[in-house]
């Protein structure tokens, strides 16, 4: 049957259906005759399991793990089952929280709002809620992938662009082999680093949002994360060969070095900070 006719069986949309195909997830035939896909009625069974899945938040990759048997169904959903049961008592007890303040005869307000009255033993309910406290310990994180980080790394490429130009030569370095230049371009390319950082935050960005989000729960803050190291690496890539045609520096390893001890350290800490540890 065609992609319509797919559609039609089991209720998704084309897009939703090209996923699970670019996914591996599933792998219709083809016709010999004009190369549009076949879908079989073992396909559409498939593409329904997938999507049945889907909708009780397992992961992708927990569902092609399961397609090549490296794994159990009932194991996959028990396993949902208890993260879902966490999630419930954690929303459940909040709720239970906003209701005996709304229940309150005054009008509750932040400036009088007395903690204790709520809370029994404070050092017990922030245990209980740990989670919460582990993602705040990292709001630097949240930081460095924030819109206010990429406006500061785009207008600095931007600064150092306008400032460096006039004192560089007609060409400058882009590339290297053995620690000597192989390629030239001209000088105006030095503008294309502020630029790379715009292309990245609006036309890279929503592809590696997407292939995040497949097994990812905090998509956005990492992809926001990769993002601005990206233009982050634009601006180092772009200082040194500044620094290069100055003969200040003459091995990019020094930057490459640099730009991944910061990755990596941020990495580390964040996930240091996550584990609960100070």
């Known amino acids: 049957m065609t992609i319509k006719e797919a559609e039609q069986m089991t209720g998704l949309t084309r897009s939703n259906i090209r996923f699970y195909e670019k996914e591996q997830l599933i792998s219709p035939d083809r016709n010999v005759k004009n190369g549009y896909r076949e879908y079989s009625e073992e396909d559409i069974q498939t ?25 159990k169904l009932y194991d996959v959903v028990k396993a949902q089952s208890k993260n879902l ?24 307000d932040y400036e009088n709002l007395d903690v204790e009255r709520y809370v029994a033993d404070v050092k017990d309910y922030w245990s209980k809620n740990s989670n919460i406290f582990k993602l705040d310990s990292i709001s630097f994180f949240y930081m460095w992938g924030g819109i206010l980080t990429w406006g500061i790394l785009t207008i600095v490429c931007l600064l150092t662009a306008a400032v460096s130009f006039g004192d560089l030569p007609a060409e400058i ?85 640099l730009d991944t001890a910061v990755l990596i350290g941020l990495l580390i800490i964040a996930m240091y900070r996550m584990a609960g540890k100070k």
Do not use: H
């Open 47 to 71: 593409i329904k399991k997938i999507a049945y899945l889907r909708t009780l938040g397992i992961s992708v990759e927990d569902i092609r793990r399961l397609s090549r048997r490296e794994l």
């Open 173 to 257: 370095p882009i590339q290297w082999s053995g620690g000597m230049v192989s390629s030239f371009v001209n000088k105006k390319f030095i503008f294309a680093f502020p630029a790379a950082c715009i292309i990245i935050k609006f036309i890279l960005r929503p592809f590696i949002w997407r292939w995040l989000r497949i097994n990812i729960v905090d998509s956005d803050l990492i992809t926001d994360y990769i993002t601005n190291y990206l233009c982050f690496a634009a601006l180092s890539v772009q200082i040194f060969i500044i620094l290069y045609v100055k003969g200040i520096i003459k091995y990019v390893t020094i930057i490459l070095f």
């Open 85 to 108: 049961e966490k999630q419930l008592a954690e929303l459940e007890n909040a709720k239970m929280m906003c209701e005996r303040m709304l229940s309150s005869a005054e009008i509750i």
